[in-house]
Protein backbone atom coordinates (compact mmCIF):
# COMPACT_ATOMS: atom_id res chain seq x y z
CA UNK A 1 0.00 0.00 0.00
CA UNK A 2 1.28 3.43 -1.04
CA UNK A 3 0.93 6.23 1.23
CA UNK A 4 0.22 10.04 -0.47
CA UNK A 5 -0.07 12.79 1.49
CA UNK A 6 -2.94 15.83 0.42
CA UNK A 7 -3.22 19.11 1.98
CA UNK A 8 -6.15 21.12 1.92
CA UNK A 9 -5.84 25.29 2.23
CA UNK A 10 -7.82 28.18 2.15
CA UNK A 11 -9.56 30.81 4.61
CA UNK A 12 -10.70 29.84 7.55
CA UNK A 13 -14.50 29.04 7.30
CA UNK A 14 -14.26 27.60 3.79
CA UNK A 15 -14.86 23.96 4.44
CA UNK A 16 -11.98 21.84 4.65
CA UNK A 17 -12.92 19.87 7.82
CA UNK A 18 -16.28 18.82 6.14
CA UNK A 19 -14.39 17.88 3.33
CA UNK A 20 -11.92 16.17 5.10
CA UNK A 21 -14.57 14.24 7.36
CA UNK A 22 -17.11 13.94 4.10
CA UNK A 23 -14.48 11.72 2.00
CA UNK A 24 -13.12 9.91 4.79
CA UNK A 25 -16.26 9.07 7.48
CA UNK A 26 -19.02 9.94 5.14
CA UNK A 27 -19.89 12.40 7.73
CA UNK A 28 -21.05 15.86 7.64
CA UNK A 29 -21.40 17.95 10.82
CA UNK A 30 -23.29 21.94 10.03
CA UNK A 31 -22.25 23.35 13.13
CA UNK A 32 -18.51 22.36 12.79
CA UNK A 33 -16.01 24.84 14.81
CA UNK A 34 -12.73 25.96 13.31
CA UNK A 35 -9.97 23.44 13.25
CA UNK A 36 -6.90 24.60 15.69
CA UNK A 37 -3.48 23.19 15.18
CA UNK A 38 -3.30 20.35 12.31
CA UNK A 39 -5.63 17.52 11.73
CA UNK A 40 -5.43 14.51 9.06
CA UNK A 41 -7.49 11.38 8.30
CA UNK A 42 -6.72 8.61 5.79
CA UNK A 43 -8.81 6.92 3.32
CA UNK A 44 -7.47 3.77 1.11
CA UNK A 45 -9.24 4.01 -2.13
CA UNK A 46 -8.72 1.24 -5.55
CA UNK A 47 -6.90 3.14 -8.51
CA UNK A 48 -6.10 1.29 -11.50
CA UNK A 49 -6.13 -2.41 -9.00
CA UNK A 50 -3.88 -0.83 -6.96
CA UNK A 51 -4.55 0.12 -3.16
CA UNK A 52 -3.99 3.77 -2.22
CA UNK A 53 -3.93 5.10 1.42
CA UNK A 54 -4.78 8.36 0.56
CA UNK A 55 -3.87 10.78 3.97
CA UNK A 56 -5.65 14.19 3.81
CA UNK A 57 -4.46 17.68 6.41
CA UNK A 58 -6.21 19.70 7.63
CA UNK A 59 -4.02 22.59 7.42
CA UNK A 60 -5.72 25.39 9.59
CA UNK A 61 -4.03 28.34 7.71
CA UNK A 62 -0.15 26.57 8.76
CA UNK A 63 -0.04 26.30 4.68
CA UNK A 64 4.39 25.66 5.12
CA UNK A 65 3.47 22.34 5.91
CA UNK A 66 3.30 21.16 2.54
CA UNK A 67 6.75 20.20 2.08
CA UNK A 68 6.41 16.18 0.41
CA UNK A 69 2.58 17.02 -0.48
CA UNK A 70 1.92 15.00 -3.58
CA UNK A 71 -1.54 17.20 -4.49
CA UNK A 72 -3.30 20.19 -2.44
CA UNK A 73 -7.12 21.54 -2.40
CA UNK A 74 -7.60 25.23 -2.70
CA UNK A 75 -10.97 25.39 -1.20
CA UNK A 76 -13.14 28.57 -1.11
CA UNK A 77 -16.57 29.51 -0.45
CA UNK A 78 -18.37 30.16 -3.27
CA UNK A 79 -20.88 32.83 -1.44
CA UNK A 80 -18.02 34.47 0.03
CA UNK A 81 -16.04 36.39 -3.25
CA UNK A 82 -13.26 37.07 -0.42
CA UNK A 83 -12.07 33.48 0.11
CA UNK A 84 -12.01 32.95 -3.39
CA UNK A 85 -10.05 36.02 -4.29
CA UNK A 86 -7.67 34.45 -1.31
CA UNK A 87 -6.72 31.35 -3.57
CA UNK A 88 -4.05 33.68 -5.39
CA UNK A 89 -2.09 34.26 -2.03
CA UNK A 90 -2.81 30.28 -1.19
CA UNK A 91 -0.87 29.06 -4.78
CA UNK A 92 1.90 31.46 -3.96
CA UNK A 93 2.31 29.78 -0.55
CA UNK A 94 2.14 26.15 -2.01
CA UNK A 95 4.54 27.33 -5.33
CA UNK A 96 6.80 28.84 -2.77
CA UNK A 97 7.17 25.84 -0.22
CA UNK A 98 5.43 22.54 -1.57
CA UNK A 99 7.62 20.22 -4.82
CA UNK A 100 7.35 21.26 -8.10
CA UNK A 101 5.16 18.42 -9.20
CA UNK A 102 2.86 19.04 -6.64
CA UNK A 103 -0.86 18.59 -8.48
CA UNK A 104 -3.10 21.25 -7.39
CA UNK A 105 -7.02 21.78 -8.02
CA UNK A 106 -9.62 24.32 -6.72
CA UNK A 107 -12.19 23.83 -5.10
CA UNK A 108 -15.18 25.85 -4.79
CA UNK A 109 -17.07 24.53 -2.07
CA UNK A 110 -20.40 24.92 0.02
CA UNK A 111 -22.49 23.97 -3.66
CA UNK A 112 -25.56 23.83 -1.25
CA UNK A 113 -25.81 27.40 -1.36
CA UNK A 114 -25.92 28.08 -5.13
CA UNK A 115 -28.56 30.72 -4.15
CA UNK A 116 -26.08 33.06 -2.62
CA UNK A 117 -23.23 32.33 -5.39
CA UNK A 118 -20.85 35.03 -5.24
CA UNK A 119 -18.25 33.31 -7.33
CA UNK A 120 -19.16 32.94 -10.71
CA UNK A 121 -18.41 29.37 -12.83
CA UNK A 122 -16.89 31.41 -15.52
CA UNK A 123 -14.35 33.64 -13.18
CA UNK A 124 -13.16 30.68 -11.35
CA UNK A 125 -12.57 28.53 -14.44
CA UNK A 126 -10.33 31.44 -16.03
CA UNK A 127 -8.21 31.32 -12.74
CA UNK A 128 -7.89 27.44 -13.65
CA UNK A 129 -6.50 28.56 -17.09
CA UNK A 130 -4.44 31.16 -16.39
CA UNK A 131 -2.62 29.28 -13.48
CA UNK A 132 -2.60 25.86 -14.68
CA UNK A 133 -4.61 24.77 -11.73
CA UNK A 134 -7.72 22.08 -12.22
CA UNK A 135 -10.75 23.28 -11.13
CA UNK A 136 -14.00 20.94 -9.14
CA UNK A 137 -17.24 22.88 -8.64
Known sequence: VNAHFIV?????????????SRFTRNEFNLESKSTIGVEFATRSI?????????????????????????????????????????IERWLKELRDHADNNIVIMQVGNKSD???????????????????????LL
Open 8 to 20: LIGDSGVGKSNLL
Open 46 to 86: QVDGKTIKAQIWDTAGQERITGGAVGALLVYDIAKHLTYEN
Open 113 to 135: LRHLRAVPTDEARAFEKQDSVLY
